[in-house]
């Protein structure tokens, strides 16, 4: 019985990424033929190195979608990382780790709150996560006065400017991170247990796996990569910037779904976030190269969002 | 009235009474909230919360979540501001905006019935409404009607009409969820979605039903806020979308549906309207506001689920359960 349903299960998640690799491909391509410069590699490795930070923050938010939450405060900590990361490196390329380490440790100790709340006190996901994120605003607001100081190390602008052959620094972070996660994910007993925890908690505890601690690692994972996606994006823009983070919350669930993980947990997987990120670069590259105003970029998205849920339905999930 | 409705209410007192005696502690300490002026300003600002969240507190009644809220009051404030282009006159620009709301609503509605996590549904709606009231309206201005300018700053004294329309809306849809049998159905779907289909109850009619008011008190929602805005903003309803849902719950409405009362809803959206206000006035800045409201929302959320106010237990729940597919 079981493998049946396992098999089933595995065809319907094939067919999941059969749609949404096709989609990334085509759209892609498409954006590709629009312009003269098109498909040159280097234009391509440009554009996943800048989105890197939405790849990295999109990791994390899989992990917490297959826990069978939601992770609302991706943004806020995205910011908060760019915040410490800018005013204790101040500039200096002698304090690039010590810089690296507090804004990494900062957003784990958000993301251990948010998953002692949503695992241990019961409180729903969407709610702890936005009730943290409120806080941690608050935090960083208190903690520059508004105003916040300091620079990004040009030793640490390498990671957004400077390439190994021909791909991007960002690039490959996000590559190595989206590696290291999968294989945790999918080949090992961490791995299966935590899928295992975000399907069924009940039965996951009831066959011996301290469900809730799976839980709670969801969500240290997404607020620790999004506080590698916050450190990417302050070695692209150099300074700290608040707000710089606040689209990645939404973009982020939406590239997760649309590389076919389901709200419900326990359903899809970093193979398929890997596609979502690229169909919703893509989308905005295409649309921006077409100078189609920001307002028509946000009904496209909107559009693919619902129509790609809707034929996934169609498919049998 | 019935036995289920007496006992929604009574689960009700608890946030009344917070609510009271922190209007009443800020009133006692704090000369400036006191004045009419003041009291003018917290009901204006307390008009729109209370009618978005009554529409997402229907919602949330049936263990949905409606995120699209934000967005449909942008886009209403947006083509109320635009009216010349958009309907030409006030009582056709109004109409048209009330449509507008309510089609996005039934928009909502079709993709949760064909199965779309609601969650999903309604964010896809959230990003391409934002995207049209961007594309109708694309900075903060514009000239907004005189007669409906006239009608959404009327003042009664120091009561803004638009706080009496709201509060009565919030009542007459209270009646209509506790009372009629759309209402109970309304439950029904929220308890157990299953149970309703198999005793006759057509859940797919509900469920539209309810995005369509949803979506249709939001756009009203809208209409309040340019009674404060004086214009159209494109972005100004986004606070409302999260600030609604918080509203709903800190109301005791449970997340997983079929539990609570628009009473409540009430009281929460006062509160939530209010807490700004209140801290505002006892000097606390910006940046502690947004500590303070996060740990009053934990700490409120954490005692409804421990049981503090002696609700049934059950309703703790730590994940979504939003019921369709996705």
Not at chain 2, 222 to 239: E, F, K, Q
Request: glycine share 12%; with cysteine.
């Amino acid at each position: 019985m079981t493998s049946i349903s396992k098999a089933l299960r595995n065809a319907a998640r094939r067919r999941d990424l059969i749609v949404s690799y096709s989609l990334a491909l085509i759209l892609l391509v498409v954006s590709g033929l629009i312009t003269s410069s098109g498909l040159q590699p280097n234009r391509i490795l440009t554009i996943f190195g800048q989105n890197a930070p939405l790849g990295v923050a999109a990791i994390g938010q899989t992990f917490v979608l297959l826990s069978g939450g939601l992770d609302l405060s991706v943004g806020p900590v995205i910011n908060l990382s760019n915040v410490v990361a800018s005013e204790v490196m101040d500039g200096q390329n002698g304090r690039i780790p010590l810089a690296v380490a507090a804004s990494l440790l900062a957003a784990a100790l958000v993301g251990l709150i948010n998953g002692v709340l949503v695992a241990k006190a019961k409180i729903n996901p969407l709610l702890t996560t936005l009730a943290v994120a409120t806080v941690v605003q608050g935090v960083y607001f208190a903690y520059t006065g508004g105003q916040p100081t300091g620079s990004i190390a040009p030793a640490f602008r390498v990671v957004s400017n400077g390439r190994i052959g021909v791909i991007p620094w960002s690039f490959i972070a996000w590559l190595l991170l989206w590696a290291i996660t999968a294989f945790l994910l999918y080949r090992t007993v961490f791995g299966r247990r935590f899928y295992a925890a975000g399907a069924n908690e009940r039965a996951a505890w009831i066959s011996g796996i301290s469900s809730s601690w799976y839980i709670v690692s969801a969500y240290v994972a997404s607020a620790v990569c999004a506080g590698l996606a916050g450190l990417l994006l302050s070695s692209y823009i150099g300074r700290a910037s608040i707000g710089v983070g606040d689209p990645y919350t939404l973009i982020s669930i939406a590239a997760v779904v649309i590389g076919g993980t389901a709200f419900t947990g326990g359903v899809g997987g970093l193979a398929g976030t890997f596609a979502g990120v690229v169909v919703m670069v893509f989308i905005a590259t295409i649309l921006s190269t077409l100078n189609i105003p920001a307002a028509a970029q946000f009904v496209a998205q909107g559009v693919v969002i619902a129509s790609m849920m809707l034929l996934y339905n169609r498919l049998g999930r | 009235m019935s036995g289920s409705t007496l006992h929604n209410l009574r689960a009700t007192v608890p946030i009344w009474a917070f609510t009271a005696l922190l209007i009443l502690v800020a009133a006692l300490l704090s000369p400036p909230f006191r004045t009419l002026t003041n009291v003018t300003a917290l009901l204006s600002l307390a008009a729109p919360l209370i009618i978005v969240a009554t529409g997402q507190a229907v919602i949330i009644l049936m263990a949905g979540i409606d995120l699209s809220v934000g967005s449909v009051m942008s886009l209403a404030t947006a083509l109320a501001a635009s009216y010349a282009t958009f309907g030409g006159s006030a009582p056709v620009n109004t109409i048209l905006i009330l449509v507008v709301g309510a089609t996005i609503g039934a928009l909502n509605g079709l993709g949760v019935i064909a199965g779309v996590h609601p969650l999903i549904m309604t964010l896809s709606t959230y990003i391409a409404v934002r995207g049209v009231a961007l594309f109708v309206l694309p900075s903060p201005g514009g000239e907004v009607s005189g007669g409906l300018l006239q009608f959404v700053t009327l003042q009664v004294g120091v009561v803004p009409v638009f706080f009496i329309v709201a509060v009565a809306i919030a009542v007459v849809v209270w009646y209509a969820t506790a009372e009629s049998t759309w209402g109970r159905r309304l439950y029904a779907v929220g308890s157990n979605a299953t149970n309703a289909d198999k005793s006759g109850v057509n859940r797919k009619a509900v469920i539209l039903v309810g995005f369509i008011v949803s979506g249709l008190l939001a756009s009203v929602a809208g209409l309040a806020l340019v009674g404060r805005l004086y214009s159209g903003d494109p972005l100004a309803g986004d606070p409302y979308t999260l600030n609604s849902i918080t509203a709903v719950v800190l109301g005791g409405v449970a997340l997983t549906g079929g539990r609570g009362s628009i009473i409540g809803v009430l009281a929460g959206a006062l509160l939530v309207g209010s807490i700004g206000n209140v801290l505002n006035m006892f000097g606390v800045s910006s940046a502690y506001q947004f500590i303070a409201t996060g740990l009053i929302l934990i700490v409120a959320l954490y005692a409804y689920n421990v049981g503090v106010f002696r609700r049934d237990r059950s309703a703790a729940s730590a994940h979504l359960n939003t019921g369709g597919g996705r």
